[in-house]
């Protein structure tokens, strides 16, 4: 099931990244809509909730997630290291490849994108480090492009804690050189650390 799911959103990625790079008649852009709508019909017909409406899919993140979630397709995924990888000095370490769809400037991943990818990156760094929270503060330095269709290799880590604030930092890396980094604040959440498995906090929560 869990398989099935992540299979189907590798080609919705595929699809996605193909229909930004493709070009062609009208008649196969149709085409391909039609056959889309089959499929959405398919998964329709499995769920009750409306599109768009915030349903919670559970905490700690899994298989849905934004960033990380194999079953999601917007998900580029982020590989969050085993924790065997982390190394002794607490890093979180974590692959991602962003692909054409990613783009922002030409040639270069999209600045969101990558303040995403450092956002979720200090967010597992303060939760491996026992203190799960939300981020308040994200302050994003762009040294150099971030490209796409390549590895990123992302490190990040608690750097102290005080009271129920935490600081973390976290960089992006290609061919060794960071291209770019960033600083945050997160605030621990009571609710986080106590549903490790069951509802999404809501804002604010605690
Ligand atoms: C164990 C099992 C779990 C496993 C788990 C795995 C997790 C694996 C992680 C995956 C990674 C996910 C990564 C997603 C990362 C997001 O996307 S998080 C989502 C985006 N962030 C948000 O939505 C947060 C929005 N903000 C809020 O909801 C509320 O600010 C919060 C977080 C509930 C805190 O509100 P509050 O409890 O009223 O706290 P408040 O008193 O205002 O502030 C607390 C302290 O923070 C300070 N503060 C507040 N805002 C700021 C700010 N902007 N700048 C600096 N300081 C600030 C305050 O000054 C205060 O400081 P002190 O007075 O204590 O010195």
Not at 9 to 22: G, K, M, Q
Not at 31 to 59: F, K, N, Y
Not at 61 to 76: I, T
Not at 145 to 171: C, H, I, M, N
């Amino acid at each position: 099931m869990l398989e099935g799911k992540a299979i189907l959103a590798a080609r919705i990625r595929e699809l996605i990244e193909l229909t930004v790079l493709v070009d062609g008649p009208e008649s196969m852009f149709a085409e391909a809509a039609d056959r889309v709508a089959a499929v959405v019909s398919i998964l329709r017909a499995a769920t009750d909730s409306e599109p768009g409406v915030p349903a919670g899919r559970g905490w700690p993140p899994g298989v849905d997630d934004a960033l990380e979630g194999v079953g999601n397709p917007l998900a580029p995924p982020m590989i969050i290291g085993h924790p065997g990888e982390s190394g002794a000095d607490g890093e979180v370490a974590a692959l991602v490849t962003l692909g054409s769809a990613h783009e922002g400037a030409p040639g270069r991943a999209h600045g969101g994108w990558v303040a995403a990818i450092l956002d979720h990156a200090v967010g597992r760094a303060a939760a491996q480090a026992g203190s799960p929270g939300m981020t308040v503060s994200l302050t994003v330095d762009y040294h150099r492009a971030t490209p796409y269709g390549v590895p990123l290799d992302v490190r990040s880590r608690r750097v102290d804690q005080a009271g129920r604030k935490v600081f973390a930092s976290a960089e992006i890396l290609t061919d060794g050189q960071v291209t770019a980094s960033a600083t945050a604040t997160l605030v621990t959440v009571r609710a986080l650390a106590n549903k490790a498995g069951g509802e999404r906090p809501g804002p604010g929560s605690d």
